[in-house]
């Protein structure tokens, strides 16, 4: 990839970084590895002072009192670094660990099937692991209120957030290093995990777990906005996609509805009904396209459609030939998927 998208990426998305806590998931880890960084240095300093005091002091002749004396001092040196020290080393980490599990986890009880609707005043996330894109499902108690959208999850800022983890073909791993650690997608089971962003911003995430040729670039994005702006944004995402509103953009969408982008792909509201790719309903609204790889302008989203093999090699999104005429029409159609 050139510098010129990866420069155009890092606007669109914020840094992936464990160092930049966004949410208390996230400062709960950062401050057990604090706390684990600074006792292993300090442990790491100490047993090598006393390995360089070991070896290089100085030795004199010694009667066989001094010898008992010596041994017994030995023993007891040994039993300290290897029993007291690692008990009053270890222990305090291991209450500060299972505190830091307790607080980013959720308890066995709340992890619900991935059909089963979310619990009153719960916010639930579904996310399927796809190779190499991730499909999510905003879930409600009422089905009218549930939509679909891909590679990126918008949540209210200050809102505890339950994602419910689902994989429909290898195993995948989500993590968002500034808002929680890292959760398996395991086909055939649900895995949750829960996470609340602080403050608005945007967070960059990954698959941590090896899942295929394009595993490097099966990325997502974060954003937490406002209530009121999430719920504005929400409304958008559950209606279906605009007509077209003139006959230049009805021509667009015919080219797109004649073509084979409707085989793999849905746009609620039109003919389109594949599920093999993710949604297009609003595509026009997502910050990234191909999962995270570059961002969503014309340029890209035309090289996209033209040959999606050059940029993902590996991916499930054949190059499918395009006649100029007919792939500017069908860009221009999706560009109007806001």
């Known amino acids: 990839m050139s510098a010129l998208p990866l420069a155009a990426l890092r606007q669109a998305v914020a840094p992936q970084s464990a160092l930049r806590a966004g949410g208390p998931e996230a400062e709960q880890i950062g401050l057990l590895w604090n706390v684990l960084l600074v006792v292993g240095t300090a442990v790491t300093v100490g047993v090598l002072a006393f390995l360089a005091y070991a070896l290089f002091r100085r030795r004199g002749d010694a009667d066989e009192t001094q010898g008992d004396r010596r041994m017994r001092a030995g023993v007891r040196w040994m039993v300290a670094g290897g029993v007291v020290l690692p008990i009053v080393v270890l222990m305090p980490i291991l209450v500060l660990t299972m505190r830091t599990l307790g607080a980013v986890t959720l308890p066995s009880r709340t992890v619900a099937s991935a059909d089963e609707p979310p619990a009153p005043g719960e916010f639930v996330v579904e996310v399927t692991g796809r190779q190499y894109w991730w499909e999510v499902r905003y879930r409600a108690r009422r089905p009218d209120l549930e939509f679909e959208t891909a590679n990126e999850l918008r949540v209210p800022v200050g809102r505890r957030v339950v994602v419910r983890?689902?994989?429909?073909?290898?195993?995948?791993?989500?993590?968002?290093?500034?808002?929680?650690?890292?959760?398996?997608?395991?086909?055939?089971?649900?895995?949750?995990?829960?996470?609340?962003?602080?403050?608005?911003?945007?967070?960059?995430?990954?698959?941590?777990?090896?899942?295929?040729?394009?595993?490097?670039?099966?990325?997502?994005?974060?954003?937490?906005?406002?209530?009121?702006?999430?719920?504005?944004?929400?409304?958008?995402?559950?209606?279906?996609?605009?007509?077209?509103?003139?006959?230049?953009?009805?021509?667009?969408?015919?080219?797109?509805?004649?073509?084979?982008?409707?085989?793999?792909?849905?746009?609620?509201?039109?003919?389109?009904?594949?599920?093999?790719?993710?949604?297009?309903?609003?595509?026009?609204?997502?910050?990234?396209?191909?999962?995270?790889?570059?961002?969503?302008?014309?340029?890209?989203?035309?090289?996209?459609?033209?040959?999606?093999?050059?940029?993902?090699?590996?991916?499930?999104?054949?190059?499918?030939?395009?006649?100029?005429?007919?792939?500017?029409?069908?860009?221009?159609?999706?560009?109007?998927?806001?």
């Open 165 to 338: 983890l689902r994989s429909r073909d290898v195993i995948h791993s989500f993590w968002v290093p500034g808002l929680q650690g890292k959760m398996d997608l395991v086909p055939g089971r649900t895995n949750a995990l829960v996470f609340t962003a602080a403050r608005p911003g945007r967070w960059r995430g990954q698959c941590a777990e090896f899942c295929g040729a394009q595993h490097a670039k099966m990325a997502f994005t974060v954003v937490a906005e406002p209530a009121a702006e999430w719920q504005a944004w929400a409304a958008r995402q559950r209606a279906d996609a605009r007509p077209p509103a003139d006959p230049a953009t009805r021509a667009a969408q015919g080219a797109f509805l004649n073509s084979g982008c409707v085989l793999c792909h849905a746009v609620r509201g039109t003919p389109a009904r594949g599920d093999a790719g993710p949604d297009l309903t609003h595509l026009a609204s997502r910050l990234t396209l191909a999962a995270g790889t570059l961002p969503n302008t014309r340029g890209h989203l035309t090289g996209w459609v033209a040959d999606p093999q050059s940029i993902k090699p590996g991916s499930l999104m054949p190059s499918v030939p395009l006649e100029p005429r007919t792939l500017h029409a069908i860009v221009r159609y999706l560009e109007t998927l806001d």
